[in-house]
């Protein structure tokens, strides 16, 4: 009989409310229930598919100190799944390393919280191939050394499944925790590897499976996109499959907006909700970043009434439902010809800034500098925000640059046309 489980970590229960839900009352019930919700769409998972156990790899909670309200929901969630007959395998990771309730709450028999020492657990089963879970919890925050030397080896001839909170190879956007290479990991004779701590989802194939599923519900607009969970099945013979599987309830999304070629306000108001109407799929909240991009001849008015966009698109928000938008940006170009710039000092002033400031060294030093001491500020999770290498860097620096200048010759225009 084949080995059914479902595979998650980084639910963050307790997870504070990020600075764009507190602007909105509506959204900051969403998103407050949000991490609640993940999980009890988990737990329906699993009843649901009939699985034979839930892996949690870790920062289960947000942080040490968590609400006992918190803590009773997890308590009940699991709950449904010892009445269910389903097995709970829960480590720590450097965000509920901490805890006091992951270690003080009573949580029902079939949860096995795993401790500072690995162990290995083999499971009961009538049929199909042995199955042993092994685990080790952070003991602290931080964990700088590779925690695989110390897990129990693989027991042999049963499928070896084990749990990790791991930074794996790294990632700029997280400090390095547990360190450990793919290719140790293929050739520790474990068939799966449970990873937590990276927000992004990976999966690697090879004489081990390892994946990391991500965060199963986006916190803000920085983990946009799909999120969501493993169904692995172990089958008779040890092959491993793996299906990705939705659980959100809210999903943030980046959404580009076309303008090109749009001469008329309500033609460019009647694009947006377009774009708007596209988002309103499935059956979660969604969250979007409108980014306005193309040239157009209402390039500076949408800058300098970006208020009233967001204004038009929350209103067409509102009318689909479950749909926020939390901010507007716009990248728009101006259309401009040669006799329309003539005379034209701010068109001007934005030629001279394109060719001699943008252009030159100088100003690439100054801005370098003063974007690398922002990052040395900024926690590890958000410095991601600036590019994951060099290149993307000078591209999003780049970027800022000339929304900047954009910004500055629309408050130009505006000042000159009043």
Known sequence: MPFRFVHTADIHLDSPLRSLALKNEELAD??????????TR?????????????LIAGDLYDGGQTSMKTALFLARELGRLHEAGIPTYIIRGNHDALSKITRELVLPDSVKLFGGRAEAVPLARASGPDIVIHGLSFREPRAPDCLLPSYK??????????????????????DPYAPVSLPELQASGFRYWALGHI?????????????????????????????????VTVADDGAITVEERSVASARFDRVEVDLAGVFDWSDAVARIARALEAQTAGDHHGVVR?????????????????????????????????LFVEQVESACRPLETKTETSGDPVAELAG????????????????TEAANELIKGLPPELRGLFGQDEAEFAQRLDALARDGVDTVLARLREAGEA
Not at 30 to 39: E, Q
Not at 205 to 220: C, E, F, K, L, N
Not at 297 to 313: G, M, Q, T
């Open 30 to 39: 969403v998103i407050g229930a949000a991490s609640r919700a993940a999980l």
């Open 42 to 54: 988990i737990v329906d998972l699993c009843l649901t598919e009939q699985v034979d156990a839930l």
């Open 153 to 174: 080896p693989p027991v042999e001839g049963a499928v070896n499944i084990g749990l990790m909170h791991t930074s794996l190879g790294g990632s700029a956007s997280h």
């Open 199 to 231: 927000h992004q989802r990976a999966e690697y194939a090879g004489a081990a499976t390892v994946v990391m599923p991500g965060i199963p519900q986006g916190r803000d607009i920085n983990e946009a996109g799909a999120k969501s969970v493993s169904l």
């Open 290 to 322: 409108l980014k306005l991009t193309g040239s157009t001849p209402l390039a500076w008015r949408l800058r300098r009434e970006l208020d009233l966009v967001k204004a038009e698109a929350e209103l067409t928000a509102g009318r689909l439902g479950r």
């Open 352 to 367: 001279l800034i394109e060719a001699d400031v943008l252009a030159g060294p100088a100003f690439r030093d100054l801005a």
